[in-house]
Nanobody, 122 residues
Framework: VQLVESGGGLVLPGGSLRLSCAAS????????MGWYRQALGKERELVAI???????DYGDSVKGRFAISRDDAKNTVYLQMNSLKPEDTAVYYC?????????????????WGEGTLVTVSS
């Protein structure tokens, strides 16, 4: 399973960005998919995640500013980030937990993207 992220970059405080993450490979079904981030010198933290049933969970620091959505036909998840702050600066990683069917057997696995840098600065 491969995750390809796009949409990172430099943005002014108060601005917006939209991240995308497309999953490909031997995916039978996606249990959950979303975003984590890691700022320099800090631990990786949850940004937003969505389950197959449509439930969402957000990190406390982004609630009301970020929104996660998905396109099931494309196995793609999006993160709309509004009212960005300098403290949102981090590498954003796409994450998914999927079911694969390989050789007739079922496998569940966690996968991560390589990350995309978001810098919020004037």
């Amino acid at each position: 399973v491969q995750l390809v992220e796009s949409g990172g970059g430099l943005v002014l405080p108060g601005g917006s960005l939209r991240l995308s993450c497309a999953a490909s490979g031997s995916i039978f079904s996606i249990n959950r998919m979303g975003w984590y981030r890691q700022a320099l010198g800090k631990e990786r933290e949850l940004v937003a995640i969505m389950t197959s049933g449509g439930s969402t969970d957000y990190g406390d620091s982004v609630k009301g500013r970020f929104a996660i959505s998905r396109d099931d036909a494309k196995n793609t998840v999006y993160l709309q980030m509004n009212s960005l702050k300098p403290e949102d600066t981090a590498v954003y990683y796409c994450y998914t937990y999927v079911k694969e069917v390989l050789g007739g057997d079922d496998y569940w696995g966690d996968y991560w993207g390589e990350g995309t840098l978001v810098t919020v600065s004037s």
